[in-house]
């Protein structure tokens, strides 16, 4: 029932945008100061003595039952567990968030620091640090949104955005909109007898799905030691659940243990992250290339030039649509204006791998998937337009060509010049069936998400997935001197092995500490 209610709210004030632009002249207005007062109101209801208090302190538990990049909100998604502790003092703005996360296959135990004019981020698994380059609580807006007081304060902060929407739902919910400092239109819902905040939500593209509602809930609102917070929190996308967090503990006027304001220093500095170059073909091994950094990720994409035209390997997008793949298309073109795509691969069917392959079927390339993704490729090829208002660029219309890598067979595309080789190495935790490209003759092996090995100079402590990623060469017999990742730069074999044990070192050393060990085989 709550699902129905906030969806057709959203419709309402999708149809309501343009007139919100015509509002917005004057701060002054009347339904600013409505809005305003609603807010203001709400804070009150939904924070209450949190108001007043000058420190929080949270546990809670998240269970995600899909990520972001599943493409459709259907198929293999992986079930997830967060687990977070969170300090902030309103009196100087100090904030520290522990996170463990655990997914099969992989895990991260981090912690953000922002005290006294610094911030650090902290790596508990590779035992490293880095600096923060923002060391305010504005760079932590999104996170914390996942509680009402700081939502609202921030639909305060930006008062001459605000805007009423009216009564709603027969008069059950007050509706006020807001646009953030990134220029983002948030809907807020309020409960119209007691004020609360009922949920939050945003309009997004979607790469496939088109115009998405994302939406966060807050439900089942409680006293927890004086605090009146919401037990429950739950994030739906376009109606399908994608988290859901429940609310262990609250604590007001707390101090943090003065450790936690700063990285163990036996830990090891990392230098700030270099700022992401533009897309850029590099040559990895004779007619062979990545187009790297393509999109916010910075993924690379697989290009083999063979004799007539040339084979790619992923289409990463991302939300909201950025039309990544038109950009690498584009730059395809002018470095080989005489060869076409003929071929595209993905790796699997989660968007920052797969989301733009309509494009490429849009051009008249066999897409080549495992049996799996195959439905997904035709479902992506041809989108319904009713479903793309908010994007200019929706992507075309087409009857996609198919080409499918049978299970426990190679694929293989070769000619005089050059030679690329599929296989399926799937089921692993990540993906039921994954492609990974074999190039025999530079002994490389293109995969994806088995390793992620980042940019750092040093690999970091492998994931037990990258384990996988070497029984499957192994088993393959595959002649492999480097391991280019969609995530992250070429490794070396030996130094992706060396990895590997440095993470059966780190996890014997969180047992003989009696630390938290992830739910998931080790590597």
Sequence with gaps: MVRRRLLSTTLLTLAAASGLQAQMQG????????????????????????????????????????????????GDGERSLAEDWTYLSFADGTYVRDNWFEAPGRFFDARTIIAGGHGWD???????????????????????????RFLLEEALQRRESLRTLGLREGGELEGVVFVDADGRQLTLLLDAKTGRLVAYQTLGIHPVEGDVVDETAFLDYRDFGGVTLPARRLRRINGNAVSEATLASARVDTAVEPEKLSPPRTFTELPAPATQPPFRLTEIAPRTYLVENVGQGGNNVLVVELARFLFVMEAPEEVPFADNTTRVIELLAARFPDKPIRYAAVSHYHIDHAGGVGRFAALGATIVVTPAAASFVRHAANPDPARWVLSPTP????E??????????PWRLADETNEV??????????AAEELIAHLPRAGIVFEADLLIGGNEQRLPPARPSAGDLIAKIRQLDLPVRTIVGVHGKARGLDEVLESLERSKRMLERRRARGQRLPQVDEP
Aim: charged residues 30%.
């Design 400 to 409: 996609p060509r198919v080409e499918v890598v049978p299970r426990g067979k």
């Design 27 to 74: 701060a002054a207005s009347e339904s600013c100061r409505q809005a305003i007062a609603l807010v203001r109101r709400s804070l009150d209801a939904s924070a209450g003595t949190l108001a007043r208090a000058r420190s929080l302190e949270i546990r809670e538990r998240t269970v995600g039952y899909s990520y972001y990049e599943q493409l459709t909100f259907e």
């Design 421 to 430: 080789v599929l296989y399926d190495v799937g089921p692993y935790a990540h």
């Design 395 to 398: 992507p075309p219309r087409t």
């Design 122 to 148: 902290v790596d508990f698994v590779a035992e490293t640090f880095r600096a923060r380059g923002a060391t305010d609580l504005g760079s932590q807006r999104r996170a914390l949104r996942r509680w009402p």
